[in-house]
Nanobody, 130 residues
Framework: QLQLVESGGGLVHHGGSLRLSCAASGFTLDYLAIGWFRQAPGKEREGVSCISSSGGSIYYADSMKGRFTISRDNAKNTVYLQMNNMKPEDTAVYYC???????????????????????WGKGTLVTVSS
């Protein structure tokens, strides 16, 4: 079965850290751009960070810059999102998505669902307590 599986979500205190993982099953991530997106209750899904297939291009949404780091380990077929100095407003379900032919990582993150991703994961819940 071809799927992306997110893991690593949970409850963390304000200022704490979490590392999310996005693992591919049934296919390789080597040639795919990967994005992390999140959706808070009552809000639209928004782009968090996106990374190109080579890792050479990375985009962060403004509110994540300096706090979140995206990385990929193609040998492990996994992309990570390290989240530091977390805030209650980071509370959301976090999703990863894959696309085989992006224009830019910013476009992938900005357009999100409208970009026509090849795969979406089912999400992992992150809760940041105040």
């Amino acid at each position: 079965q071809l799927q992306l599986v997110e893991s690593g979500g949970g409850l963390v205190h304000h200022g704490g850290s979490l590392r999310l993982s996005c693992a591919a099953s049934g296919f390789t991530l080597d040639y795919l751009a990967i994005g992390w997106f999140r959706q808070a209750p009552g809000k639209e899904r928004e782009g968090v960070s996106c990374i190109s297939s080579s890792g050479g291009s990375i985009y962060y949404a403004d509110s994540m810059k300096g706090r979140f780091t995206i990385s990929r380990d193609n040998a492990k077929n996994t992309v990570y999102l390290q989240m530091n100095n977390m805030k209650p407003e980071d509370t959301a379900v976090y999703y990863c998505a894959a696309h085989s032919s992006i224009t830019t990582t910013q476009a992938m993150c900005d357009r999100g669902v409208a970009y026509g991703m090849d795969f979406w994961g089912k999400g992992t819940l992150v809760t940041v307590s105040s």
